[in-house]
């Protein structure tokens, strides 16, 4: 009922920049929180970057300062700037969604994920 695609990964060098995009589509009532969370190899899948439906964010210690999330106008479009990259933040990112959406008649609240996009930092 409810999709997320990611987009805007890539290969970059160390201090370089990319901008992730995450457009949620489907039966949509709302969304609440959004974020970004990130896989790297070996590594348990942890949290970079949220915010809710009001504007607020918060950040991972390891990206604050460097990265900022921030939502689109239709509040359906969750956007990761990231600045000054490190080799250290090479993971697969993915977009999570908090949706409120239309079911059966019903309004109905879930979780859900993109499939990710990869981002590697080279040294």
């Known amino acids: 009922q409810v999709q997320l695609v990611e987009s805007g990964g890539g290969l970059v060098q160390a201090g370089g920049s990319l901008r992730l995009s995450c457009a949620a589509s489907g039966s949509i009532f709302s969304i609440n929180a959004m974020g970004w969370y990130r896989q790297a190899p070996g590594k348990q899948r942890e949290l970079v970057a949220g915010?809710?439906?009001?504007?607020?964010?918060n950040y991972s210690d390891s990206v604050k300062g460097r990265f900022a999330i921030s939502r689109g106008g239709a509040k359906t479009t969750v956007y990761l700037q990231m600045n000054s990259l490190k080799p250290e933040d090479t993971a697969i990112y993915y977009c999570?969604?908090?949706?409120?959406?239309?079911?059966?008649?019903?309004?109905?609240?879930?979780?859900?994920w993109g499939k990710g996009t990869l981002v590697t930092v080279s040294s």
């Open positions: 999570n969604a908090d949706v409120r959406y239309k079911f059966d008649g019903d309004i109905v609240q879930g979780d859900y």
């Open positions: 915010i809710t439906s009001g504007g607020s964010t």
